[in-house]
């Protein structure tokens, strides 16, 4: 079947707005990440969703970034009054709730550039 | 919590030499420890794994050591041809439970023809 889908691919936003991130996970995975990878920086931990609920969300850095999951499928990621910092590649990735929960897909990301 | 280190940043050979990779963690509950590779323009896809409870795996050209006494892990590409170009990932977590993976900061390892 299809894989981790993300939208939009690139975002180009002023500071101070407000964008929304889109991921559509693989069909029956029910666990979801949100990374966030920086120009030549590794991949930062933001939050995890199993099912539609959040149980670690430690790594969204600030109160201005919340993320939300409904029917265990499609997730939001949401960045309010974004500021140049936020630029980066946002990764979303799916993981199956068995054994192979530990296995990763990932999304191809979406650029954020923040003007 | 867990960290990796991954060393070197950015790895340079040519066609056909061997290519490896290190990384190192720091919590000992660590039991699996994956590799991914990223291409330009796309996220990273998983083309190796270990789990604690073996020393080594390979895969045709790639293969992965671990070394649980020392907490250190490593990629080892054989062979190496242009198309193995790209950012390498290593990364650590506990498997079962709230899996959360720890990564490292990659590795751009480049290829000459």
């Known amino acids: 079947g299809a894989g981790v889908s993300q939208s939009p691919s690139n975002k180009v936003t002023e500071k101070g707005k407000d964008v929304e991130l889109r991921c559509d996970p693989i069909?029956?995975?029910?666990?979801l990440y949100w990374y966030r990878q920086s120009l030549g920086q590794g991949l930062e931990f933001l939050i995890y969703f199993q099912g539609n609920s959040a149980p670690d969300k430690s790594g969204l850095p600030s109160d201005r970034f919340s993320a939300e999951r409904t029917g265990g499928s499609v997730s939001t990621l949401t960045i309010q009054r974004t500021q140049q910092e936020d630029s980066a590649v946002y990764l979303c990735?799916?993981?199956?709730?068995?054994?192979?929960?530990?296995?990763?897909?990932f999304g191809s990301g979406t650029q954020l550039s923040v003007l | 919590g867990e960290n990796v280190e991954q060393h070197p940043s950015t790895l340079s050979v040519q066609e056909g030499d061997s290519a490896v990779i290190k990384c190192t963690y720091s919590d000992s509950a660590s039991n699996y420890f994956p590799w991914y590779k990223q291409e330009l323009g796309k996220g990273p896809q998983l083309i190796i794994d270990?789990?604690?409870?073996?020393g080594e795996k390979k895969d045709q050209r790639i293969a992965v050591t671990l070394n649980k006494t020392a907490k250190h892990f490593s990629l080892h590409i054989t062979e190496t041809q242009p198309e193995d170009s790209a950012v390498y990932f290593c990364?650590?977590?506990?498997?079962?439970?709230?899996?959360?993976?720890?990564f490292g900061r990659g590795t751009s390892l480049i290829v000459h023809p």
């Open positions: 069909s029956g995975h029910t666990a």
């Open positions: 990735a799916s993981s199956l709730g068995d054994r192979d929960h530990e296995k990763l897909f």
């Open positions: 270990i789990r604690s409870n073996v």
């Open positions: 990364a650590a977590s506990q498997a079962g439970g709230s899996y959360i993976p720890t």
